[in-house]
């Protein structure tokens, strides 16, 4: 891994920082793509993410293989494609139904502020109201609850969320930064 700043950075314009992935000039994201392989960024950004979901309490990707052969085991999948496409969907729909949470700077817990530690769809003993109707915590038939060791849990099937943790898609970010950073220069005169 290169330690010194690339010889030749991506000059990426001023206006950059309001693009999105429609507007992003594929020309850019191509050059930013290959400095960032050529100077061994994508590895410290993968080395980073996995690290990351590893260590966090969760182990999101034993969550994730244990989800799988759950499914493969039962029947409900066959098929490799089938597999990929069910955990995805499986994930989505969890990250969905994922509670805002804020980190505890303290122990790097997330707690949410509309449910009881103990599991319950209500707070001070109300339930919550959404476009007028009376919300019983449930989604499709899923409930999420948080429970005291700081999992998230749906019912289908009392297994874990599989939605990737908050901390971690903070501290991927924070690394991706990081390595644009290096690689990339912002021209302040607007041109590319």
């Known amino acids: 891994m290169s330690s010194q700043p ?3 950075p991506v000059k990426v314009p001023s206006s950059a920082a309001n693009y999105t992935a429609a507007t992003l000039d594929p020309d850019l994201r191509s050059q930013i793509n290959s400095i960032l392989i050529k100077e061994n960024q ?3 950004i993968q080395d980073s993410l996995l690290h990351a979901l590893h260590s966090h309490q969760n ?3 034993t969550l994730i293989q244990t989800h799988a052969l759950s499914l493969l085991r039962s029947g409900e999948v066959t098929s490799f494609p089938a597999l990929l496409r069910r955990v995805m969907e499986d994930v989505r729909q969890d990250t969905a139904l994922a509670p805002n949470s804020t980190s505890n ?17 209500e ?15 449930t989604t499709n038939g899923t409930t999420t609850n948080n429970n005291n060791n700081g ?5 289908a099937g009392s297994r874990p969320s599989l939605a990737i943790p908050q901390t971690v898609v903070d501290e991927a970010l924070k690394v991706t930064r990081d390595c644009l950073d290096a690689v990339c220069e912002m021209d302040d005169s607007g041109a590319t």
């Open 6 to 8: 690339p010889s030749t």
């Open 42 to 44: 994508v590895t410290k």
């Open 59 to 61: 182990n999101w990707p």
């Open 105 to 121: 700077s303290s122990n790097g817990t997330t707690t949410k502020s509309a449910a009881a530690v103990n599991g319950t769809s």
């Open 123 to 137: 707070e001070n003993g109300s339930s919550a109201t959404v476009n007028g109707k009376k919300s019983d915590g």
């Open 151 to 155: 999992t998230t849990t749906t019912s």
